[in-house]
């Protein structure tokens, strides 16, 4: 590992983010700044008009070359699989809506080319970012690289490096970063990455966790805490940076990097195991995914199908996208993945998911508002478009379809015959179609305290613990102020997950858990004693799930489960959990995992 040269030490402060590509660094920083840029918004002439629409379609095009040209290279340094990254640019690059109201902008309303490009990117990026939920706020970073491009292609400027990178490697810092800025930067003088926005599902972390550079996001303000030449330390496993490290911080660095080396070898050799027992109990790992390009990878990490495809990208612009594309977008998916399982999920828009045409805009409550399957059942033109390219994209692949929130029979039945009715509409026009199979997500308790009526309807059960735990408890994940209580491990959501690992396993229909949950080192100890069949989770956290099952026998896993299910408060079940963690791993001999609880004991030493 190549480490820079540390500076006398100055301030020291402890940052808390998001763990966005594990590893550890220790360097000197050195800032990216956006230049600030102004553009009139003043009306011009309509002889000008044509000339303006010619010079953003020039632009048009140099944007599209360069990223091309981006793609390439990403392609030369990292991969085919990292690069496709960049189709998701492209193909917004010709998107009808965008152009469309780009053009609209100058021809109609006199505006000149900056000022068109800016309003109406502007406006969607807010729209992004506007929601709750983390996947789309951080999709609007790929809108505001093509934003920066289409600028800089008119004459303006994006980002700019403040100094010059430090001889041995730095620690870039930044307010954000985009996957375009990342690839112009050379590899061998970056050491890691620290930005104040941005998370684990950006595409700007799944470049750096392939490109094995360590990240930490959503930092808020480590851009300006910090000036060029601090000394900094990256702890991306954890998501914890330290500005300024004493002599102390910098010996657990290395401790910390050296047991890091040698899980990361550990965890190698897992990607082509079997995710089995000690005792011969199987569980299926699936991986989680919000794009269509994101099924290029899954399989390297060791996943056997996706678990859950969020569907709602596909609906997040201006416009609905039509059965044809919504189909084209499923069919990729299940010919990447073919013959493995694709579990996708029907629009679940509403709530922390604000989707331009569908979501309510006036809500009290918007999470227990018109969301999900209650929007779907409302607007049946739109549901049975999706239901429609679902089933002509079945013939891809092995799809498995998925409602989401089912509070009742109700919901469930009226799904299912609006699903029977475009089928049979399919059928008769001639088309072929295999069977698919129908399930439910349990993620509300009205649903758990129906489920031995719901298992009898569907094909299988995938519980959603993040609305699961947030309805359960009555917290709002979302706010920071009781974020504290969002506990998986209370025993009233322990018990409900039992129950219905019970009623599906009586009907024989397997049970997946798909929430930030399942990827947990100390809940896959209990998921798996409680009779989970199925864990999805997010691609890089597949490895070390795997590690854990076949580091336990599945008896003990069951006896643990049945200690914590008699446990009255979520402290103690984390207590006892943890023990038996440790005592396993002590056990066997092997490397303790890096997880989440590791970091807040960190923070207990450091701060």
């Not at 899954?298 to 969020?310: C, E, K, P, S, W």
């Not at 429609?388 to 919901?411: Q, T, W």
């Amino acid at each position: 590992m190549k480490t820079a040269t540390i500076k006398k030490v100055k301030t020291r402060t402890v940052l808390v983010g998001v763990a966005a590509s594990p590893g550890y660094a220790v360097g000197s920083v050195q800032k990216i700044a956006n230049r600030t840029v102004t553009i009139d918004e003043a009306k011009l002439p309509a002889e000008r008009l044509p000339a303006e629409e010619q010079l953003f379609l020039k632009a048009l095009d140099n944007t599209t070359r360069d990223i091309n040209n981006l793609k390439t290279a990403t392609v030369q340094r990292l991969g085919i699989n990292e690069a496709r990254i960049f189709d998701a640019h492209l193909m917004m690059l010709k998107d009808p809506t965008l152009l469309n109201s780009i053009l609209a902008s100058i021809k109609q309303e006199g505006h000149n080319a900056s000022w068109a490009v800016h309003s109406s990117l502007s406006a969607l990026i807010a729209q992004f970012e506007k929601s709750k939920s983390e996947v789309l706020r951080e999709r609007a970073m790929d809108l505001k690289e093509l934003y920066n491009r289409l600028l800089a292609a008119l004459g303006d400027s994006g980002p700019v490096l403040s100094s010059v990178p430090h001889k041995d490697g730095s620690i870039i810092v930044a307010h954000e970063l985009t996957p375009g800025t990342l690839i112009s930067l050379k590899r061998d003088e970056i050491l890691g990455f620290a930005t104040d926005s941005g998370g684990r599902t950006s595409h700007f972390s799944i470049l750096a966790r392939s490109m094995q550079i360590p990240a930490v996001s959503g930092l808020r303000n480590v851009s300006l805490l910090i000036e060029n030449g601090d000394t900094i330390l990256i702890d991306g496993t954890g998501g914890m940076v330290i500005v300024n490290p004493n002599e102390e911080d910098l010996r657990h660095f290395e401790e910390k990097l050296a047991v890091f080396n040698k899980q990361k070898q550990e965890l190698f050799t897992m990607r082509q195991l079997e995710p089995m027992t000690r005792d011969g109990k199987y569980i299926t790992l699936l991986a989680n995914i919000e794009l269509p390009l994101e099924a290029d990878n899954v399989l390297d990490f060791g996943a056997t199908g996706i678990g859950l495809y969020r569907s709602e990208f596909l609906f997040f612009r201006k416009g609905m996208p039509t059965c044809a594309e919504q189909a084209e977008a499923y069919s990729y998916i299940l010919r990447t993945l073919k013959p493995f399982p694709v579990v996708i999920r029907t629009l679940d828009a509403g709530g922390d998911k604000l989707v331009s045409d569908v979501s309510a805009s006036e809500e009290a409550n918007p999470f227990m508002g018109w969301r999900s399957i209650r929007v779907c059942l409302s607007r049946k033109d739109l549901f049975k478009d999706q239901l429609k390219a679902l089933l002509l994209a079945s013939v891809e692949g092995n799809l498995r379809i998925m409602f989401p929130m089912i509070s009742g029979l109700n919901e469930l039945r009226e799904a299912k015959a609006l699903y029977q009715e475009c089928r049979t509409e399919l059928l008769d026009q001639g088309k072929e179609l295999p069977k698919v199979k129908i399930g439910a997500m349990i993620e509300v308790p009205a649903a758990v305290m129906m489920v031995e009526a719901l298992a009898k309807e569907v094909d299988f059960f995938s519980i959603g613990t993040n609305d699961l735990i947030q309805f359960t408890l009555a917290v709002d994940r979302t706010n920071e102020l009781i974020a504290n209580m969002f506990e998986p491990h209370h025993p009233a959501v322990l018990n409900m997950i039992d129950r219905v690992v019970r009623a599906a396993h009586r009907e024989g229909i397997p049970v997946c858990v798909c929430g930030e949950m399942s990827s947990d080192p100390l809940s896959t100890l209990v998921l798996v004693g409680l009779g989970v069949d199925e864990l999805s989770m997010t691609p890089w956290s597949i490895m070390e799930c795997k590690k854990i099952i076949r580091s336990v026998n599945y008896e003990d896993a069951k006896a643990t489960a049945k200690a914590v299910l008699k446990l009255d408060d979520a402290q103690s079940v984390n207590r006892y959990l943890r023990q038996k963690y440790l005592q396993t791993i002590t056990d066997l001999g092997i490397s303790s995992f890096i997880t989440s609880h590791d970091v807040k004991d960190s923070l207990d030493d450091n701060v």
